[in-house]
């Protein structure tokens, strides 16, 4: 009887074994899914798929500024560019989200070792690093988002655009759909000259429409590291904005811009405009307020570049990239025709040179 008992416990020990041995398997860990499911963070190192180093795997890393990846925005349609590239190139690619101004180097380096093939930084703040990294691998092809190139070099592209073309139309269109005759931009901190940009040329794209016309425009008094996360103090100057009489809201700085257009849209019968891309796709909470976003088409120059780069035709210098206006989405209907045609009509200006924003780079 002892011996049999003896039996039929050591055979639920090993049925119990067993188990335990097929779920761990079937369920990864909640860390092995962080692994498998998206790009390393801080100072983790890219987890290994294929040889980087490999002329047969083609590897693209991104860097972030302190911003994150989902911000909505800016380092978003970076991503969402690597990936399409991904997509159409059969690339291997991952994301480090910066969380101290002081890992730039730290993190582009993280990918730089592990062989892969093109680096893309996102963000002004990056700038430094990405130069000086690209000085230390010069095999590695770098993108630097809005980071301008005073000098060429040959395995660096800065992508960047005319921001205050399309924040010029973000002010003609504010300018032709305020009642109040007072409009307001909630900004990112002004270290950052595209954050200038947007604002100067918003600011010149209403005064076309209205010489008169009230403006509102209010940085962010922090630096790098704070002034594209902070929405709360986004939605508390858009309120601000709002008690002084603006009925359209510019929300141009990450996050923060973010929380000025959530916040403008729980004040029925105002507009906001979004900025980077087409926040109506990932700013949903806003759609009551959200008319439009003047948009920097980041993620298909992301593409092309990385693209020129698996090519061999890699540019050096600046790459200009696209700007305009996203569509109007459940607004279309609302949006008069002539303020439709004065729109059609700035931007051929803009695009012909017959029109300028008035924005100084520098001055």
Do not use: R
């Amino acid at each position: 009887m002892q011996k049999k008992l003896y039996s039929v416990l050591a055979v639920l020990m090993v049925a119990t074994m067993l188990l335990a041995a097929c779920a761990q398997q079937a369920a990864p860990t909640e860390a092995t899914q962080a692994v498998e499911t998206q790009a390393p963070q801080e100072t983790q190192a890219p987890a290994a798929e294929g040889d980087c180093t490999s002329p047969d795997v083609l590897c693209v890393g991104l860097v972030t500024d302190v911003g994150e990846i989902d911000d909505k925005s800016f380092n978003q349609s970076a991503w969402e560019g690597v990936q399409q590239a991904a997509d159409e190139l059969g690339a291997q690619t991952k994301y480090i989200e910066t969380k101290d101004a002081k890992d730039y180097a730290s993190n582009i380096q993280l990918f730089a070792d592990q062989g892969y093939d093109v680096i893309v930084t996102v963000g002004f703040a990056l700038g430094q690093a990405t130069i000086e990294q690209a000085a230390i691998y010069p095999d590695i092809k770098f993108i630097g988002v809005d980071q301008f190139q005073a000098e060429p070099v040959d395995n660096v592209v800065g992508l960047i655009f005319p921001e205050d073309q399309s924040g010029f139309m973000a002010g003609a269109l504010a300018a032709q759909l305020t009642e109040s005759g007072t409009i307001a931009a909630v900004l990112g901190t002004d270290l950052v000259p595209p954050v200038v940009a947007f604002k100067e040329g918003y600011e010149g794209g209403a005064k076309y429409i209205n010489p008169d016309i009230n403006l509102i425009s209010t940085y962010h008094p922090g630096g790098l590291d704070v002034a594209f996360t902070d929405p709360e103090w986004g939605a508390t100057t858009a309120k601000q904005a709002i008690d002084q009489g603006a009925d359209v809201i510019f929300g141009a700085g990450g996050k923060t811009g973010n929380g000025a257009l959530i916040e403008t849209a729980s004040h029925p019968g105002l507009y906001c405009i979004g900025v980077d891309s087409d926040q109506w796709a990932t700013v949903p909470e806003a759609h009551p307020c959200l008319v439009s976003s003047a948009m920097k088409l980041i993620t298909p120059g992301v593409v092309e570049l990385i693209t020129s780069a698996d090519s061999g035709d890699f540019p050096s210098g600046n790459y200009v990239g696209q700007v305009g206006l996203a569509p109007f989405h459940d607004f279309e209907s609302q949006i008069p025709q002539d303020v439709k045609d004065k729109l059609d009509e700035i931007k051929a200006g803009l695009e012909s040179g017959d029109i300028t924003t008035g924005y100084n780079p520098g001055g």
